[in-house]
């Protein structure tokens, strides 16, 4: 990749936004996608992959600033890995089915419906707390049997928007932890980032296989597919452990609402762009 101008520009975007986004639960694959496709104008796979390497490398940065902190609760995390592992690999196969039958909007449709979701569920959430409820009065409960299986379920279906969309599924996952489960927004960000982990990968090299991206992807970035990442993953690390120990917990939820509604307005411009 030819650092030019732009290219300088998206980076030091990217990483600048590793490091807010780091203690959100978020990877930032509804804000790295748009940027791929518009600003860098990759082809809609390329841009996929590219941002489920970086948010991969976003969430190995920011479980590691979290279970460091007593943020992230492995057990939990575990028991949602497997249904978001198989939710990704289905999510990745229709993915590539249904862009190449019906096109990118059907993406970018399913997209803005996802953010439409979650900014819902946020703020919803945000308003009962503002009104006296404990965001945190369901953190050391158990998880009964009925909860658990809801739980997988969501978590699948957080798997399968993650390689649907070429995102983590970070804003899915949160939702989840802290709508269903009643967590705090940094225990619902650390065990997002453990199921995460986990499941990106499977995304990343299912859409290498379906997709063959792999050879147009080295075509693009060069030794910086390699650089990138970790740079990506260090500042995730400093922006997590700096959040945790100075950004009062509260405070999380107004970056998070905010950074999903931008992802959803560019998502709704593009959408208006190919209709009109």
């Given at each position: 990749?030819?650092?030019?101008p ?9 990483l ?8 959100l639960g978020?990877?930032?694959g509804?804000l ?7 600003v860098?104008e ?5 841009s ?5 390497i970086?948010?991969?490398m976003?969430s190995?940065?920011s479980?590691?600033a979290?279970?460091?902190?007593g ?10 890995t497997?249904?978001?592992i198989l939710?990704t690999?289905l ?6 089915l249904l862009?190449?039958?019906?096109g990118?909007?059907i ?5 803005s ?7 819902h569920r ?11 409820h404990?965001?945190?009065?369901g953190e050391n409960?158990e ?8 739980y ?8 399968m928007a ?6 983590g ?6 939702t989840?932890?802290?709508q269903?489960?009643?967590w ?12 995460e ?11 290498l296989i379906v997709?063959?991206t792999g050879?147009?992807?080295?075509d693009i ?7 990138a ?8 690390y400093?922006?997590a452990?700096?959040?945790i120990?100075?950004v ?5 939820s ?14 709704l ?7 009109t």
């Amino acid at each position: 990749m030819n650092m030019d101008p732009t290219s300088v520009l998206v980076l030091l975007s990217i990483l600048t936004l590793a490091m807010i986004i780091s203690p959100l639960g978020l990877g930032g694959g509804v804000l790295y996608v748009p940027i791929f496709l518009y600003v860098m104008e990759w082809s809609l796979h390329v841009s996929l992959v590219s941002s489920l390497i970086l948010v991969w490398m976003v969430s190995l940065g920011s479980r590691i600033a979290h279970s460091k902190d007593g943020y992230a609760d492995k057990e939990v995390g575990g028991k949602g890995t497997v249904s978001a592992i198989l939710g990704t690999i289905l999510g990745t196969i229709l993915s590539a089915l249904l862009v190449e039958h019906i096109g990118e909007i059907i993406i970018i449709s399913l997209a803005s419906l996802l953010m439409v979701w979650v900014i819902h569920r946020t703020a919803k959430k945000m308003h009962s707390e503002v009104n006296g409820h404990n965001a945190n009065i369901g953190e050391n409960q158990e998880i009964n049997d009925e909860q658990l299986s809801l739980y997988r379920k969501l978590c699948a279906g957080g798997g399968m928007a993650s390689g649907f969309l070429g995102i983590g599924g970070g804003a899915i996952f949160v939702t989840v932890h802290r709508q269903f489960l009643d967590w705090g927004h940094r225990k619902s960000a650390g065990t997002s980032y453990i199921i995460e982990s986990w499941m990106i990968p499977m995304g990343i090299l299912t859409h290498l296989i379906v997709d063959d991206t792999g050879a147009e992807l080295w075509d693009i970035l060069g030794i910086w597919l390699f650089i990138a990442p970790i740079l990506m993953m260090a500042c995730s690390y400093f922006g997590a452990t700096v959040a945790i120990n100075y950004v009062p917990q509260k405070a999380l939820s107004y970056p998070f609402l905010l950074l999903v509604t931008l992802a959803l307005i560019r998502y709704l411009v593009d959408i208006y762009g190919i209709i009109t």
